[in-house]
């Protein structure tokens, strides 16, 4: 497999990779940036004053941090209005938001952030783990669904997880049922890398930083 390693600008690629009736999922450890980045995707839609859903299933959205990431790209703080968040707490309103979609003004693109946390707390026993499965299979088929129906983009981001023998994403045999798109996120020593894994293009690896405007590339 190829590997596009020379790039202009983050922002270019994050533009390029998202298509309507697809899901791309953003995973990661915690603190390489899976959540700026799903932000920084929807930048485009916002500046043509389109609605994007964000689905907040932890409690972590810090909207003092988009506003820093626009402020310092000198973009109109007005295009914060086209922005949506949903707190949800757990899988039972996390389902049922999906069914009232449209109640949200013509959303041109879903984002749910840490897509899996909810799933995988309330069905943590080993006897729910078909329970869990089932669910939350059901739910990324819904996602599908919803991204097809109303021909929209939609952005997981979903966390690695860590054992003494490998990491591992939660979930990931249904989350991998239903995305065309994977965008890996990993952390070294003095800098972060992404790989992207896409149906419709060779893989991509790209450096960044993490800075005030968001995802840059490294220098």
Same mark, same amino acid.
């Given at each position: ?5 020379? =790039? ?22 915690? !603190?390489? !940036? #899976? ?7 929807? @930048?485009? @839609?916002?500046?043509?004053? #389109?609605?994007? +859903?964000? %689905?907040?299933?932890? !409690? *972590? ?18 295009? +914060? ?14 389902? *049922?938001?999906?069914? #009232?979609?449209?109640? $949200? ?5 879903? %984002?749910?952030?840490?897509? /899996?946390?909810? $799933? ?6 080993? *006897?729910? $783990? ?12 819904? @996602? /599908? ?6 021909? =929209? ?10 054992? #003494? ?28 890398? !992404?790989?992207?894994?896409?149906? $419709? ?13 968001? +995802?840059?590339?490294?220098?």
């Amino acid at each position: 497999m190829m590997f596009q390693t020379e =790039i202009k600008d983050i922002q270019e690629i994050l533009s390029g990779i998202t298509k309507n009736g697809i899901i791309t999922d953003i995973f990661g450890f915690r !603190g390489v !940036g #899976k959540t700026q980045m799903s932000l920084q995707i929807s @930048l485009n @839609l916002l500046k043509s004053e #389109k609605n994007v +859903l964000f %689905i907040d299933t932890t !409690g *972590e959205f810090r909207p003092e941090r988009l506003l820093e990431i626009v402020k310092n790209r000198n973009l109109d703080e007005s295009l +914060l209005n086209h922005l949506q968040v949903a707190r949800v707490t757990n899988t039972k309103e996390q389902i *049922e938001l999906l069914q #009232k979609i449209e109640e $949200f003004n013509e959303t041109s693109m879903l %984002i749910v952030d840490n897509v /899996a946390d909810l $799933f995988s707390f309330e069905y943590s026993n080993k *006897e729910q $783990f078909y329970l869990q499965q089932n669910k939350f299979m059901n739910y990324m088929h819904s @996602l /599908a669904q919803l991204a097809i129906n109303k021909k =929209i983009p939609v952005i997981i981001t979903n966390q690695l997880m860590e054992t #003494k023998d490998h990491a591992y994403e939660k979930m990931a045999n249904s989350i991998n049922n239903y995305t065309h798109q994977k965008i890996k996120l990993e952390k070294y020593k003095d800098y972060f890398q !992404g790989k992207i894994f896409s149906s $419709f293009s060779q893989e991509i690896r790209f450096f960044y930083r993490i800075e005030k405007i968001g +995802l840059v590339k490294r220098s």
